[in-house]
């Protein structure tokens, strides 16, 4: 018969395993979230590609996605910049939750305008075809299902 410290031991490291699975689980779910935004409406708008340029993903220990983002235009330079402070800053944000034991991931948009163009009632006239408001929200939400199993499958993979 284990002891239950061997209980305790063995339970501990099959949570610290399903938390280690579940962000592999939480990065594939933002590859999806990236392809849905690029490939199916409504699009990220596009006008010279910096906002499309300024996704990233982060984890406490490290960045899927961003690490190569290529500004174009008179503020490129600013772009870039504000892209890897965001980086670093929301990288932080993510060290500092996950010091409690969670896994924490965060995806986004570093342009600074992001939001409000996302938000805009008022931005009806998008020049890329496809793209329209809400394009980051309506992905979640139309993908509620495929992110859950995404997290679960990786998960399940890591037994």
Request: hydrophobic residues 40%; proline residues 3%.
């Amino acid at each position: 018969m284990k002891s239950v410290q061997e209980m305790i031991a063995n339970t501990n490291a099959e949570i610290s395993r399903m938390r280690h699975a579940s962000l592999g689980g939480m990065i594939k779910a933002a590859a999806l979230i990236r392809y849905q935004t690029e490939h199916v409406p409504p699009k990220t708008p596009k006008q010279y590609g910096n906002l499309i340029s300024s996704w990233f993903v982060v984890t406490a220990n490290s960045v899927p996605s961003g690490m190569s983002a290529k500004f174009t235009g008179a503020k490129a330079g600013k772009f870039a910049g504000e892209h890897s402070h965001a980086i670093a800053e929301k990288q932080a944000v993510a060290k500092n939750i996950s010091y409690s034991g969670k896994q924490v991931l965060i995806m986004g948009y570093s342009a600074n305008y992001a939001g409000f163009l996302h938000e805009s009632l008022i931005a009806k006239n998008f020049t890329r075809k496809g793209s329209g408001i809400k394009w980051f929200e309506t992905h979640f939400k139309n993908n509620r299902d495929r992110i859950f199993a995404l997290i679960a499958g990786e998960i399940k993979k890591g037994k």
